[in-house]
């Protein structure tokens, strides 16, 4: 799965495929679940780091 997500965990890409084996709607919102756990995370990070760099030296 490729998920991208705005900061507010909406979708802005979601592309997927069953190379192995197919997965169902309950894997699939499993699968959805930890994508956007997984961006807010990497977006709360993000908007820590940039604070960082704002604060005066």
């Given amino acids: 799965m490729n998920v991208v ?3 507010d965990g ?3 890409e979601v ?5 192995g ?3 169902d709607r309950k894997e699939l919102d ?11 995370d990497l977006a709360a990070l ?3 780091a940039l604070a960082l ?3 005066p030296a």
Wanted: charged share 15%.
């Fill in 30 to 40: 499993v699968l959805l679940g930890l994508a956007t756990a997984g961006c807010l």
């Fill in 53 to 55: 760099q704002q604060e």
């Fill in 5 to 7: 997500c705005t900061g």
């Fill in 46 to 48: 993000q908007t820590d």
């Fill in 21 to 23: 084996a197919p997965f």
């Fill in 15 to 19: 592309q997927g495929t069953a190379e």
């Fill in 10 to 12: 909406r979708f802005v």
